[in-house]
């Protein structure tokens, strides 16, 4: 039913600043579904970066944040403003949806807990 679209990625220096969009491609409104971004480096598993429930009951920040990511939402768009970008952060970046999940948000984030839908990714790559 969502097709989520992500915008936003790109290249920057080490220290630099993205912010990403997470949307559904037919504008439908997102509120009655919590998102989470994730991202993926070449190698690795999908990580969650940071969540948000639905409602904004709870935010969720994986510890490699450290204060460096805001994530926020409005009706129809969230966003994840990343600042202090370092080159660990590179990777593909997914955003993902779960209709009416737990009003906490960390088991979206550490466990991909509920999600129903995936988006397709943008890349950012941070150089040094």
């Known amino acids: 039913q969502l097709g989520l679209v992500e915008s936003g990625g790109g290249s920057v220096q080490a220290g630099g600043s993205l912010r990403l969009s997470c949307r559904d491609s037919?504008?439908?409104?997102?509120?009655?579904?919590?998102i989470g971004w994730f991202r993926q480096a070449p190698g690795k598993e999908r990580e969650g970066v940071s969540c948000?429930?639905?409602?904004?009951?709870d935010v969720y920040y994986a510890d490699f944040v450290e204060d460096r990511f805001t994530i926020s939402r409005d009706a129809a768009t969230v966003y994840l403003q990343m600042n202090n970008l370092k080159p660990e952060d590179a990777g593909d970046y997914y955003c993902?949806?779960?209709?009416?999940?737990?009003?906490?948000?960390?088991?979206?984030?550490?466990?991909?807990?509920?999600?129903?839908?995936w988006g397709k990714g943008t890349q950012v790559s941070v150089s040094s």
């Open positions: 993902a949806a779960a209709y009416f999940d737990d009003p906490v948000a960390q088991p979206m984030c550490t466990r991909l807990a509920g999600i129903d839908y």
């Open positions: 037919s504008w439908s409104s997102l509120r009655h579904y919590a």
């Open positions: 948000i429930s639905y409602g904004d009951v």
